[in-house]
């Protein structure tokens, strides 16, 4: 797809003034050139051309706002003093995989004040020596040249106002599952009431069955005895303790009722 074309498309019937961010990636650009970029794109802050077999960048109009442009992997191998006069507040700049052999080619980007962050990578000029050494001597505002500072630390992966957002998230995150975790605790609490009143439940029947075993173990105790003060009136020893009254002149209770009614 050539350059225009793909641009057309990326604008999806907006002006090119509300434009921010544009990525132009794998099409072709005629001649190695720009092509349908114009400075209407004021508000332009990121720009993204990567391979789209471009040879120079002397076509790229002016763009004021302009904060990051991507350019890696195209056949670029000097020129930069465009980026200079065009894009003046650059702060970073992806030149990976081109044609840049040469620690001069460079020094136009001294132009930049805001330039913190260069890649170079797959460039011939990584092969040189001392060619970390040189380049921050050469472009002394730069913090970080392909991904590291000049004391070897790795850049970050975001910026300080994303990562500030991403806390945020987190502490968001971090409360809600604290309002979780209270939640949880509420729940297992009135499982621990539902059970104990379950297990009160439970006693209160235990007792009531006693209640109804001891009753009936009375009666049955009370009727053994009943038993037993009519099994002595049949036994052998009560018709003894009658003989033995008859002898001492006792009149049992029963005659005296019999001569009565003689």
Same mark, same amino acid.
């Given at each position: $797809?050539? $350059?225009e074309?793909?641009?057309?498309?990326?604008?999806?019937?907006?002006?090119p003034?509300? *434009?921010?961010?544009l990525?132009?990636?794998?099409c072709?650009?005629e001649?190695?050139? *720009?092509?349908?970029?114009?400075?209407?794109?004021?508000n332009?802050?990121?720009l993204? $051309?990567?391979n789209?077999?471009?040879?120079?960048?002397?076509?790229l109009?002016? !763009?004021?706002k302009?904060?990051? !442009?991507?350019?890696?992997?195209?056949?670029?191998? @000097?020129?930069l003093?465009?980026?200079?006069?065009?894009?003046p507040?650059?702060?970073?700049?992806?030149?990976? @995989?081109?044609?840049?052999?040469?620690i001069?080619?460079?020094?136009?980007?001294?132009?930049?004040?805001?330039?913190?962050?260069?890649?170079l990578?797959?460039c011939?000029?990584? $092969?040189?020596?001392?060619?970390?050494?040189? *380049?921050? %001597?050469?472009l002394?505002?730069?913090?970080? !040249?392909?991904?590291?500072d %000049?004391?070897?630390?790795? %850049?970050? +992966?975001?910026?300080?106002?994303?990562?500030?957002?991403?806390?945020?998230?987190?502490?968001?995150?971090? /409360?809600?599952?604290?309002?979780?975790?209270?939640? /949880?605790?509420?729940?297992?609490?009135e499982?621990?009431?539902?059970?104990?009143?379950d297990?009160?439940?439970?006693?209160?029947?235990e007792?009531?069955?006693?209640g109804?075993?001891?009753?009936?173990?009375?009666?049955?105790?009370?009727? =053994?005895? +009943?038993?037993?003060?009519?099994?002595?009136?049949?036994?052998?020893?009560g018709?003894?303790?009658?003989?033995?009254?008859?002898? =001492?002149? /006792?009149?049992d209770?029963?005659? /005296?009722?019999d001569d009565?009614?003689?």
């Amino acid at each position: $797809m050539e $350059m225009e074309k793909r641009l057309t498309l990326e604008l999806r019937n907006k002006k090119p003034g509300e *434009v921010k961010e544009l990525v132009l990636d794998n099409c072709r650009s005629e001649d190695g050139k *720009v092509v349908g970029l114009s400075s209407d794109f004021e508000n332009l802050e990121f720009l993204s $051309m990567i391979n789209i077999n471009l040879l120079s960048v002397s076509n790229l109009p002016k !763009l004021n706002k302009l904060r990051k !442009l991507e350019l890696s992997d195209n056949r670029i191998s @000097g020129g930069l003093e465009v980026l200079a006069e065009k894009t003046p507040n650059l702060t970073h700049l992806n030149l990976s @995989g081109n044609k840049i052999k040469d620690i001069n080619t460079l020094e136009p980007l001294k132009k930049l004040p805001n330039l913190h962050s260069l890649d170079l990578f797959n460039c011939e000029v990584t $092969m040189l020596i001392n060619y970390r050494e040189s *380049v921050f %001597a050469l472009l002394p505002q730069l913090t970080y !040249l392909d991904g590291f500072d %000049a004391d070897e630390q790795e %850049a970050p +992966d975001s910026d300080p106002e994303a990562d500030g957002d991403a806390l945020e998230d987190e502490y968001e995150n971090g /409360e809600g599952e604290e309002e979780d975790d209270d939640e /949880e605790e509420d729940d297992l609490d009135e499982e621990v009431i539902d059970d104990e009143e379950d297990e009160d439940d439970d006693l209160e029947g235990e007792e009531e069955e006693d209640g109804v075993d001891d009753e009936e173990e009375d009666e049955e105790e009370d009727g =053994e005895e +009943d038993e037993e003060d009519e099994a002595e009136d049949d036994h052998p020893c009560g018709q003894k303790r009658k003989r033995s009254l008859e002898d =001492e002149g /006792e009149e049992d209770p029963e005659d /005296e009722e019999d001569d009565e009614d003689d």
